[in-house]
């Protein structure tokens, strides 16, 4: 039996009241014959939500989500070693970032007097 879609959108919208539409996620171990193809590329894998949330209908492959290290690790698809290398740099970056500005402001590599 196939579920009425747009009464289960309903139903769940008459109770929240959040005026926001519901977003479903499922996991597959096939590509479902009825629904859309992601085809395009998105910086992220939360911008899928805000395309479901808009009324957009489709599905998403694991290399869809490579964009967005967060979004592969809470999917657990794994990146490739070059896209994994550069997260890791970016997260050090960041680190260094972070560390710098509590230390009083300089965000480059170099290390400062006195610091």
């Not at 005026?19 to 009825?34: H, I, M, Q, S, W």
């Not at 809470?74 to 050090?92: F, G, V």
Request: hydrophobic content about 30%; aromatic content about 8%.
């Amino acid at each position: 039996m196939r579920s009425d879609w747009k009464e289960v959108e309903r139903r769940i919208v008459s109770v929240t009241k959040s005026g926001r539409r519901p977003v479903a996620v499922t996991f597959l171990d096939g590509e479902p014959a009825d629904i859309e193809k992601f085809e395009d590329s998105e910086p992220s894998s939360c911008s899928f939500w805000r395309l479901a949330a808009n009324g957009r209908t489709f599905y998403t492959l694991p290399e869809s989500h490579f964009n967005c290290a967060v979004g592969a690790y809470t999917h657990n698809i794994p990146l490739s070693a070059d896209r994994e290398k550069e997260t890791e740099q970016d997260a050090e970056e960041d680190v260094r970032t972070e560390l710098c500005e509590a230390r009083g402001g300089a965000t480059d590599t170099a290390p400062r007097e006195g610091a």
